[in-house]
Structures are given as C-alpha cells and as structure tokens.
C-alpha cells in the first residue's frame, strides 16, 4: 500500500486513520488469535524470507549502492528467522496464564495473568538494517496477537517495495500493512502500542506526538556506545571483534563500537593492529563487495563534516587499510578511518557517527574510563574487552547501558533470550525475549472469588468479630 499526499486526496493522516480503523474493527470482531493461528502466521512469514533471500540481498543492495550480500543474509534474514523460531518454540509457555500469589485472607480464592493482545500495533522503522529492523517488531507484535501497520524509512525504497510485496503475499491489509507517507501523521494516531527504531531527536518527536493520544512507546534509539579495552589487552582477537563491530555494514549499525577506550600504553599497538586486522578483513580495500557504501549522499556528506570539523580543531585523521584512496571509486563510500586527538569541542565527540570512523581515547586508570563514559547519556550498547577481574567488574556495575557484550561486540542482539533496548537517551522498552511479547501485550490480573473468604466478615454491621479478624491481620 503506498499513500502519496495530494490537495486532490486524502491527506495521509485520514489514510492512515482509515486503515487503523479498519485494522482495529477487524480485531474486535476477530478477537484474540489462537496459538496455532499465531504459529501459522510466523511460519509464513518465515517460509517467505528464506525463499525470498536473493530479492532481499538485490533490493538492500540497491538502496545502499553496495552492500555485502553475505552481511545483509546475516544480519538481515538470519536474525529474524532465528528470532521467529524462538517465538515459536516459545509461545506456548508465554500465552500460558501465570499464578499469582493471593493473600491469607482470600486464600479460598486464586489470582492469575492472562497475556492478553493490545489491538493495532504501529511500527516505525530506520533504513539501517530494513528488513530486520522492520519485521523484529511485527513478529513480536504477531506472536503477541496484535494486527500491525509498518511504516519504513523513506531512504530505502527497494527494500519497502518488497516488504510491502512479502507483506501482501502473506496478510490480509486488515491484519498486516506496509504504509508509506509522512512519519509525523503516523506517530500521531491512536495506536495501542507504538514501536519506534531511530535517532534520539527523532525518538523525542514521536514520543510527544504519541502522548497527545496517551499511546505506549517502545523506543529503540542509539547514542555513543563505548568499547573499553583493558589494559594489555589489544590482541589480535579484541582488535578484530572491533573492526567487525565497527565496519559491518560500513558503521551503519545502532548497536556499532561508537568509540574506542584504550589505555595509554597501549594506543599506538592498537592503532597499527586495527589498520593490519582491517586489511586482513578487506583485502581488496573500500572498493570491495564485502564492505558497505554509505546509504546516500546525504549521511555521506555528514559523515564529511564530522572528519573537517575534528581536523580543523587538531585531531588526526588516519585512513586505514588497503588502498583507502580508492574509496572515492566508489559512490558515497568511505573509507575506514581512525581519529586520534579528539576533544569535548569537536562534534565528533557528542554525535552518533553511524559510519567507519573510530575516534580512539587513551585513559590511565580504569575508573578514569569509566567516568568518562557516565559523564555522558547512557548508550545503548557498551562493549568491555578484559579478564574477569576486579576492572570488569567495575566496569559491569557501575556503568549502564542498554546492553553488554564482553570480548566481543555486536552479539548480545543476536541473543533471542534477553532483551534489548535502550535506557535514558538510548531508548526506552524492549521487544526481545518474552519482554518484548509482554511489551505488546495487556498483563490482565484476574481474580477468582472463592466460595468463602474471611473478608466477608468485614462487611457493615461491624463488630466485634471485624475486630477480632482486623486485629489478626494487623498483628
């Protein structure tokens, strides 16, 4: 389905109202799904990812203007099958209604929760990861029996026409929908649930504009996400998760290596790894099919602005790997690249970079890092590269963070069993695991009267057996 805006036709919020209505209309009349029927949903979806995996390689290949089919098969389909077959395995223990513990005095009686389906679940997806950051959120929304509208980024148009084409290959409009338009008409509807996966600024826009109608918000947004190198650390095993983390997808990752932590002895041994361990990884440099162009020109330019700005206020700007000149081959491509000497002024140093730069800070002592990432808002990811000693264990317990992963980066999103999101500035709520089935779903208490209960007995006319019971049970 695709809503263009037109003085001629309906505004994109009254299409939008108009499929939300019909959507809900649709729940109601339906109710909620059953397990076999959920299943069944996801099994579809499913089947359609993997026999549609070369469409979605081309599309997302198209979008980016070059972007690692192998990379996109990973990150992309792989990881929302594999978090389709979790739920599958799974929904029967998550719809299971769950006792609760009732007080002494209504003993006879029993409490319990029902998970119950919100309605209509919107979803407002980044270009990023396109499909996986888009159909996450509309599995979770599924196997919690919601009915659900998508609305992706405009910057990948290859890949939402597929969607839209999955998506209508496989649901009914009233249950499933692919929409595009404009992003604030869509926040602003009166959703039962809204999931939002972008920018921080963005994120704060869509929360306000969500409030107007009292909707719940799942925020996933990003930030600066730190990785601390311990010192004596900087092997060859800790240096390549980094440039793993940090280039997979050319940096394009919410969750990447924002910026490396190292200690000062260790700077120079880490900088001349990472650019050999780069050249290791792309041995035919910028220019290869495994390594990612920037999505457009737009974030290619600013990605410009960020490495003039840290220059002209004296860092060092030091391109790494094979050929790193031959990035300008390649439309919007960059090539990867260390800052060293960044400082509080450069922009650098307060953005989220979302591309192949890694800005390296050296640090003396352990809690000398650590302040330095709680000075600033919590990020959504943070990474630790150590022994399990005393300095983790400080940097586990008195850092915070969306997530961890330890000795490695990335792989905590590929963790179906806990769940992800962001905290302050990073986000809010969590559509993993069986948090993200409760974030979409109404945890609806039950209580069953029993045949006799002691309360009865403190029912007017009061007397002296309501103080004898009162007293009891407030002994």
Same mark, same amino acid.
């Given at each position: 389905?695709?809503?263009?805006?037109?003085?001629?036709?309906?505004?994109?919020?009254?299409?939008?109202?108009?499929?939300?209505?019909?959507?809900? /209309?649709?729940?109601?009349?339906?109710?909620?799904?059953?397990?076999?029927?959920?299943?069944?949903?996801?099994?579809?979806?499913?089947?359609?990812?993997?026999?549609?995996?070369?469409?979605?390689?081309?599309?997302?290949?198209?979008?980016?203007?070059?972007?690692?089919?192998?990379?996109?098969?990973?990150?992309?389909?792989?990881?929302?099958?594999?978090?389709?077959?979790?739920?599958?395995?799974?929904?029967?223990?998550?719809?299971?209604?769950?006792?609760?513990?009732?007080?002494?005095?209504?003993?006879?009686?029993?409490?319990?929760?029902?998970?119950?389906?919100?309605?209509?679940?919107? &979803?407002?997806?980044?270009?990023?990861?396109?499909?996986?950051?888009?159909?996450?959120?509309?599995?979770?929304?599924?196997?919690?029996?919601?009915?659900? $509208?998508?609305?992706?980024?405009?910057?990948?148009?290859?890949?939402?026409?597929?969607?839209?084409?999955?998506?209508?290959?496989?649901?009914?409009?009233?249950? @499933?929908?692919?929409?595009?338009?404009?992003?604030?008409?869509?926040?602003?509807? #009166?959703?039962?649930?809204?999931?939002?996966?972008? /920018?921080?600024? @963005?994120?704060?826009?869509?929360?306000?504009?969500?409030?107007?109608?009292?909707? #719940?918000?799942?925020?996933?947004?990003?930030?600066?996400?730190?990785?601390?190198?311990?010192?004596?650390?900087?092997?060859?095993?800790?240096?390549?998760?980094? &440039?793993?983390?940090?280039?997979?997808?050319?940096?394009?990752?919410?969750?990447?290596?924002?910026?490396?932590?190292?200690?000062?002895?260790?700077?120079?041994?880490?900088?001349?790894?990472?650019?050999?361990?780069?050249?290791?990884?792309?041995?035919?440099?910028?220019?290869?099919?495994?390594?990612?162009?920037?999505?457009?020109?737009?974030?290619?330019?600013?990605?410009?602005?960020?490495?003039?700005?840290?220059?002209?206020?004296?860092?060092?700007?030091?391109?790494?790997?094979?050929?790193?000149?031959?990035?300008?081959?390649?439309?919007?491509?960059?090539? #990867?690249?260390?800052?060293?000497? &960044?400082?509080?002024?450069?922009?650098? /140093?307060?953005?989220?970079?979302?591309? #192949?730069?890694?800005? &390296?800070?050296?640090?003396?002592?352990?809690?000398?890092?650590?302040?330095?990432?709680?000075?600033?808002?919590?990020?959504?990811?943070?990474?630790?590269?150590?022994?399990?000693?005393?300095?983790?264990?400080?940097?586990?317990?008195?850092?915070?963070?969306?997530?961890?992963? @330890?000795?490695?980066?990335? $792989?905590?999103?590929?963790?179906?069993?806990?769940?992800?999101?962001? @905290?302050?500035?990073?986000?809010?709520?969590?559509?993993?695991?069986?948090?993200?089935?409760?974030?979409?779903?109404?945890?609806?208490?039950?209580?069953?009267?029993?045949?006799?209960?002691?309360?009865?007995?403190?029912?007017?006319?009061?007397?002296?057996?309501?103080?004898?019971?009162?007293?009891?049970?407030?002994?």
């Amino acid at each position: 389905m695709t809503l263009n805006s037109a003085t001629t036709t309906p505004t994109d919020r009254e299409l939008f109202a108009g499929l939300l209505s019909t959507q809900r /209309s649709a729940f109601l009349r339906a109710g909620a799904p059953s397990l076999a029927a959920r299943r069944s949903d996801l099994r579809k979806l499913k089947a359609a990812l993997i026999s549609r995996r070369a469409d979605i390689e081309d599309a997302i290949n198209a979008d980016f203007g070059n972007r690692s089919r192998h990379e996109t098969a990973m990150m992309e389909v792989l990881g929302v099958v594999q978090g389709i077959d979790y739920l599958l395995r799974r929904l029967p223990r998550f719809m299971r209604p769950t006792r609760r513990h009732i007080s002494l005095s209504m003993r006879a009686g029993s409490n319990y929760i029902e998970y119950q389906p919100l309605g209509v679940v919107g &979803v407002i997806s980044p270009w990023n990861y396109p499909v996986n950051l888009s159909l996450m959120p509309v599995v979770t929304a599924i196997a919690a029996g919601n009915r659900v $509208m998508l609305k992706p980024s405009k910057f990948t148009p290859a890949t939402n026409a597929l969607l839209e084409s999955m998506i209508g290959e496989n649901f009914p409009e009233d249950q @499933v929908a692919v929409v595009s338009g404009d992003g604030a008409a869509f926040s602003s509807l #009166p959703f039962d649930h809204l999931v939002f996966t972008g /920018s921080t600024a @963005v994120g704060k826009a869509v929360m306000k504009a969500a409030s107007e109608n009292l909707v #719940p918000v799942t925020l996933e947004l990003g930030g600066k996400s730190p990785t601390i190198v311990a010192k004596g650390r900087v092997q060859d095993s800790t240096v390549s998760s980094i &440039v793993f983390g940090k280039l997979l997808s050319g940096g394009q990752t919410c969750i990447a290596p924002d910026y490396a932590m190292v200690h000062a002895t260790d700077v120079d041994t880490f900088v001349s790894s990472y650019d050999r361990l780069v050249k290791a990884a792309y041995p035919n440099g910028p220019t290869s099919k495994d390594y990612t162009s920037i999505v457009n020109e737009q974030q290619y330019s600013d990605l410009l602005e960020l490495l003039d700005d840290a220059r002209a206020r004296g860092a060092r700007i030091i391109e790494v790997g094979h050929r790193p000149g031959d990035a300008s081959r390649r439309p919007h491509t960059l090539a #990867p690249t260390i800052v060293l000497g &960044v400082t509080d002024e450069m922009r650098i /140093s307060e953005e989220e970079i979302f591309g #192949p730069i890694l800005p &390296v800070f050296s640090y003396g002592t352990i809690d000398e890092a650590i302040d330095y990432v709680n000075d600033r808002p919590r990020p959504l990811a943070l990474y630790y590269f150590g022994r399990d000693d005393a300095d983790r264990r400080k940097v586990l317990e008195r850092t915070t963070s969306g997530n961890v992963t @330890v000795n490695g980066t990335l $792989m905590h999103v590929a963790q179906d069993d806990l769940p992800f999101g962001g @905290v302050g500035d990073s986000g809010m709520g969590r559509y993993h695991g069986i948090e993200g089935f409760r974030a979409l779903s109404h945890p609806k208490g039950i209580f069953v009267q029993g045949r006799w209960s002691a309360l009865n007995l403190l029912r007017a006319p009061f007397g002296r057996r309501a103080d004898a019971l009162l007293n009891f049970f407030l002994r």
